[in-house]
């Protein structure tokens, strides 16, 4: 099974536990494939770096730069295809949509309102993280 973590569900289980964590869990052991490309590659770098996250990262003993190695290395990266804006009010998440079709994955996970709310891309679905573990039946 093939997705694409927004970078806020990413960013939640690169850095806490639970459902977003597990998916990552998933990942690093074989079970699912995590899709990204250099555009959400980059978001997830600069929103890494932000203060507010040294403190849990300090706590981990990581470096944001620890962090971002890791899910670059555990995630395949494609090319994004090219679509038209599709989400008016916070074109970041188009990035998003354009890896999700240019990998053709299963589905989108995201923790983003403007996200959810679209339902599906071209027939792929946009889901939390908790309704994408229940599909992948941990």
């Known amino acids: 099974m093939r997705l694409v973590l927004d970078t806020n569900t990413a960013v939640s289980g690169l850095l806490w536990h639970g459902t977003p964590g597990q998916l990552i869990g998933a990942a690093e052991a074989g079970r699912i494939e995590l899709v990204t490309s250099t555009p959400l590659l980059v978001e997830l770098k600069g929103v890494l770096c932000r203060p507010k996250f040294a403190k849990r990262l300090a706590a981990r003993g990581l470096s944001a730069q620890d962090i971002f190695d890791g899910y670059a290395a555990l995630a395949t990266l494609v090319k994004a295809a ?14 998003v949509i354009a890896c999700a079709l240019a990998a053709s994955v299963d589905f989108v996970v995201s923790g983003d309102a403007h996200l959810l709310n679209l339902k599906h891309y071209q027939g792929i679905p946009i889901v939390m993280a908790a309704e994408a573990a229940k599909r992948i039946a941990f």
């Open 82 to 95: 090219v679509i038209t804006p599709t989400v008016a009010r916070d074109p970041d998440d188009d990035a």
